[in-house]
């Protein structure tokens, strides 16, 4: 992910300011990705560690890194909008 689309999407996301319901923040902290992608995901970081990995593999792993990262930022405002929660725990 460049700068520049981290950035954004940090500013979009804005992961330090607890906005979301309760409902919400629980539901974005159990997205995972499915054994499958981690799957796919392991077996790309292995081509990319052995230099073997075509441009499209690079591609896709692109993807997924920045799939990642934008999953992290809502989950870390999801933890941040259940911290004060009532019913937190």
Do not use: C, W
């Not at 906005?19 to 539901?27: D, G, K, P």
């Not at 997924?64 to 999953?71: A, K, P, V």
């Amino acid at each position: 992910m460049s700068e520049t689309e981290a950035t954004i999407l940090s500013r979009l996301v804005d992961p330090e300011t607890p906005t979301l319901s309760e409902e919400a923040a629980r539901s974005i902290l159990a997205m995972r990705f499915s054994a499958d992608d981690e799957a796919t995901m392991h077996v790309l970081l292995d081509k990319a560690n052995a230099g073997t990995i075509t441009p499209d593999e690079q591609e896709v792993a692109d993807t997924y890194e920045r799939i990642g990262h934008m999953l992290a930022l809502m989950q870390s405002k999801a933890r941040l909008s259940l911290k004060d929660s009532p019913s937190a725990a």
